[in-house]
């Protein structure tokens, strides 16, 4: 048996529904219920902010002992939701790992389907600095909905009622009886003094301990030694990945490369070389941190349609000897 599937058991009762890819078990079709354990669903797994066909963008669902924690919520989020058989309704916390709009897209039709399904109890949006702002921005969109549902007789709570921002600081950050969260702020985000974001907000990466594994989602980062410690030992570094070659070739085949100005050209080039990470830097953190299994996702498109992103595992074994797998939308570890 090999190390994963020792760290990942699955009940035979499943088995008949689950794909293996990588040497994990990989469920796609709507699953029954994951009462006991962790388990983690890789929602959407397209970087942004260009949709695809194929995959939606970033989100992931931690279920702990039957509770949900949604860990980002991209654009198709709710659709992804609703596709694996997963309850809308119950999903109580979110925790957003910066505001990136690939990151937050999803968040007012996420919250709109809870709404429209009669859900009363606060959802708590936590998130680094100008979450609270973003979640005032969504409510007075879902507000013009609510007013009319009201109003119509279909619905008798307000959705401000309905809905929680918090802007989280570093370290632990949440706690209950599943989970402990910790957060560092990565790398990510580097902004001139005199930008219109600078000050108001940062990037995070979040630590989940449960009773049985321990799960780091590395958000979009650069090179990070403070997420490298926050990896330490970890079961699983759920990380971006990202190749600024691939972009401009994807780019200049569709147009759009040329239509960016100089200056933006530049901006794109620095973002993605020194604010995200390749995969030969994320073999060598994994690699540092002493992490058991890697999952690649939030994952570029292409100028190759048939892309199977094997060479991008590839290169992070370079420098990672653990098992590296290569996620897909609604994959089950």
Do not use: C
Request: hydrophobic share 40%; proline share 5%; charged share 20%.
């Amino acid at each position: 048996m090999s190390g994963i599937s020792r760290f990942w058991k699955l009940s035979v009762a499943a088995i008949a529904g689950f794909a293996f890819v990588g040497g994990i078990a990989a469920q796609t079709a709507p699953p029954g219920p994951l009462a006991k354990g962790t388990h983690l669903i890789t929602l959407g797994t397209r970087s942004g902010p260009q949709p695809t066909a194929t995959r939606a963008q970033s989100s992931n669902l931690l279920i702990v002992n039957g509770t949900l924690y949604l860990i980002d919520a991209g654009d198709g989020v709710a659709r992804r939701l609703a596709r694996g058989g997963y309850a809308i309704r119950d999903i109580d916390l979110v925790f957003i790992t910066h505001l990136h709009d690939d990151h937050t897209d999803g968040l007012i039709p996420l919250l709109s389907v809870q709404y429209d399904l009669g859900r009363t109890k606060a959802v708590g949006i936590h998130g680094p600095p100008g979450t609270e702002t973003l979640v005032r921005a969504a409510l007075q969109y879902l507000q013009v909905n609510s007013d009319i549902r009201i109003s119509d007789g279909t619905a008798t709570v307000p959705v401000a009622k309905m809905v929680a921002g918090q802007d989280l600081g570093t370290g632990t950050v949440f706690h209950d009886a599943n989970v402990t969260v910790k957060t560092v702020e990565n790398s990510h985000f580097h902004f001139p003094p005199a930008s219109p974001a600078a000050g108001k907000t940062k990037s995070y990466s979040y630590r989940f301990e449960t009773p049985d594994k321990t799960i780091v989602f590395t958000g979009d980062t650069g090179p990070s030694d403070a997420l490298t410690e926050l990896a330490r030992n970890a079961d699983m570094l759920v990380t971006e990945i990202n190749s600024f070659a691939d972009f401009k070739e994807l780019a200049i085949k569709n147009g759009r490369w040329n239509r960016l100005s100089p200056e933006e050209q530049s901006g794109y080039e620095h973002h993605m070389t020194q604010e995200h990470l390749s995969a030969e830097e994320v073999g060598k953190m994994a690699a540092r941190a002493g992490v058991k299994t890697v999952v690649l996702t939030h994952i570029p498109a292409t100028a190759d349609p048939n892309e199977d992103y094997k060479r991008y595992a590839a290169a992070v074994k370079k420098s990672f000897s653990g098992q590296v797998l290569i996620a897909n939308d609604l994959m089950q570890f």
